[in-house]
């Protein structure tokens, strides 16, 4: 069982663990203001001497990979996302411990998908002691329930990049899933029947980890050009008949809204972007994949045609909104995380436009520098906000955990951030007093879009000054609050929940910004 | 001035310090041999805290970048030597220091030309202690005279990426010139008014350096794409007028021969590799830069032209006659270190078969595999080769220090290394009984040719059995020399020398397989 954590209150007033499975935590100390200190991991140096000189790292089967691993009790499992609701590989992983016998693994996935919802089975069976990523659906809801013997872990992807690095987190084995490979262990997403347009998550486990297993089920000659994944970080090649099913990359929240409500504040946001004069030649911006941003983007695309206007570039989570953008001549490039659609993935093969980039490039906090704080505009999403603007992104209003963190609170630090959020959900006000569970710090978020208006932190005076004349319904964030309320009767009840911590939200520089805590039953 | 060194005798019978400018060494084991032990170097967990948010890190001049770096006494500089004899940045470094009073540098080039002349002034002057990278030339010369302070290390392209990845040499900052960069240090070397291709020989200064300055002369809108070298691990862009000469490129090495002895050992070589099956297709294969490898590739471009043979992929150093190969369809892809002319720019902008590459790919010994073991047949030069199919790549039979290893050793692993030779230079004979350097065992050389004959290493008795019957002048290596010394008359004068060591020459794995010695007047 997960040992009773002491709770101390960090610089955002929340309570805390200061030990989590077994480390020492550091609670968050603000925006900015925690230094780390010490070096990077450093893997093992390996040498050539011990790899086949014809390149060759093909085994038989992933079992015997995880075998030669030496895949035993305790160790850390890592894999990466990019298959979204797709990926054929992870409980075949989990599968093969178990025959194996193997206990009290961690998986510490990109993030989990109710695909894996068979890895409960193996929770229970003691094979798996804990997840560490994002977990979305089944396992969320497993977690919240206080089902995992560890606790659970949310990173923002930047902060997992961090977490490996930093060497907060060992990786034992990394299985890299990847729809073209060769057989030195070169691998790319770009291409081959499972093409999932690119292995960004996984770059990082494939620098770090010990052992690195690259799985594959479309083997090319030598090489295999882009190298996503480089084979000199390799160990072995497996080849199975199929790795993914890259049609369930599309989830639920990479479809385009249709609810009038939500097309209102897509525009509203797109003509906030406008008017605020955020929308300018070689200007950049980013939107999350979720309905409401995918319509804003396009929204905003009829705004910069009819002003005649180019981005200099666009952050993915690439859809064929943005690929469309790019082959229309609307931005010279799209920098990108991630594919939401088989246009991206085709995109970013042909488009020499459509870079690939990683959570290094992009969100790494301990880097010099990142690519989010570079974007002029970014629009997010948000399950609950409050009158601080603080948001929250990976618990509902009752507690539930039900989302990852993903890429949003690397985005936060962008030169804006905006949320366009619906004023409730299903009869739930989105907008609350206090967030259930904090995320993102409102000093880092900057305008709040409603169908009920437009709220602009009053820290962005700039922003205030220059939407001051544009007929746009700004209001403080205090008034429409208020008129949700009243048209509710009342703003929502407290969760209930039990004093047990079930998981941990991260900020982006490894302290501990939140807890996540278990659901009365 | 130097310390006196404690010699010993290494695994290949070669008298080797036991310590270099005070760091303990070990002794070539043979190959093979040696296994690593340890991890990684590490560098410092750094905070985007620190760095501009708008990704901006231009500063005002090569100067201030040096001095927000900290220079300061005894600290080590790096630099890449894409520009080869057309550099323009890294005098301009030591001329800084000298402005600023600094003393006691070690200048750590992945190569030093005739360009940088000038820095034996400062050598002199005590500002740089000594360098410790390839010597050409001049600086060659001056060290072969015993005029640095430390003691030079020469190293293999693929030894230096060791060396620095194990953390043998500290970088303390590194100096990247690059042809397009933009201001958040992303940059690239295939385009741009100073065009040189790729930055690969500088990947591993800024992966793991201190402090990285990118140093170009055409600054583009953020993001410079292609991004060989990441901003992430860039602290300060500095913008000059001109960082190199491209035309400058092209050094005396790049030149096809004109002379009909060497165009008939280039046309034997071709022949050898296409009558031993070599040749055939999907095959690899990599030459040098000299004179007779570029003559041997055209002679096996008309082989593979004729028998409708197409290579899977060539290795570069590329030159205008890989490139055709490449555009004609006879390779699918240049996997390309180095460029060696302005048609191998043109090439790795434009063709996307052609790959840029670096010494972690190809080269690094102590990674998980690298690419040159995979290659089926590496043609190379030599200064010297012995009985015992030894060679030399280094020094002259004089003993003086001329010339770098380059990726010479690593591309020894190749599953045949051919050295197509003449059988002498200016009336010395160029097989002898022992090599005065010794750079590459002779277990790992398999095949002499030259005007008189092709030796098969004994050891290689399938290239033996394969080319039995193809009527090429398949001689023992013996009898070569025999002949080649009467008509000379006699084996040449050893050379002579002090028992001072002035630099060593280290293998792919950091152990020191041979030492320099200091000429007499």
Redesign the interface.
Known sequence: MRQKLNLVKNAAGRLVPTEINGKKQTPFQGV?K????????????????D?????N?VVNSLQDALKKCGLKDGMTISSHHHFRNGDLVMNQVFDIAADENVKGLRWFPSAAFPCHKPIIEHIKNGVVDWIEGSLNGPLGNYASQGGMRGTGVLRSHGGRWQAV??GEVHIDIAVIAAPTADL??NATGDRGPSACGLLGFGLVDSIYADK?IVVTDNLV???C?P?QI??????FVVVLDKVGEPEKIISGTTKLTKSPDRLHIAELTAKFVKESGIMKD?FSFQAGAGGTSLAFAIFLKEMMKDADIKA??IRGGSTKYLVEMLEEGLTD?I?DGQTFDLDGVRSMREN??H?DTSP??SY????????A??LDVVVLGATEVDVNFNANVVTHSDGKMLHGIGGWQNCL?S?CTVLPIPAFRNRIPVIVDEVTTLVGPGELIDVIVTERGIAINPLRKDLIQATKNSGLPIRPIEDIKDEIDKLIGGPPAKPTLTDEVISVVKWV?GTVIDSIFKMKK
Chains 1, 2 share one sequence.
Do not use: E
């Not at 480089?230 to 160990?235: A, E, I, K, T, Y």
């Open positions: 900015n925690y230094k780390p200190t010490g070096h990077k991991a450093a893997p093992p140096i390996r040498s050539c001497t790899y086949p000189a014809d390149g790292k690095q930093d030195f262990g690195v000659p030598f090489p050009i190298w480089q084979g000199q970080n390799v160990d070689a200099r570039f490039y920098l020499s436009g870079q290094f490039t790494n906090w301990h880097g010099k520098g990142n690519f704080s570079m630090f030169k520089d």
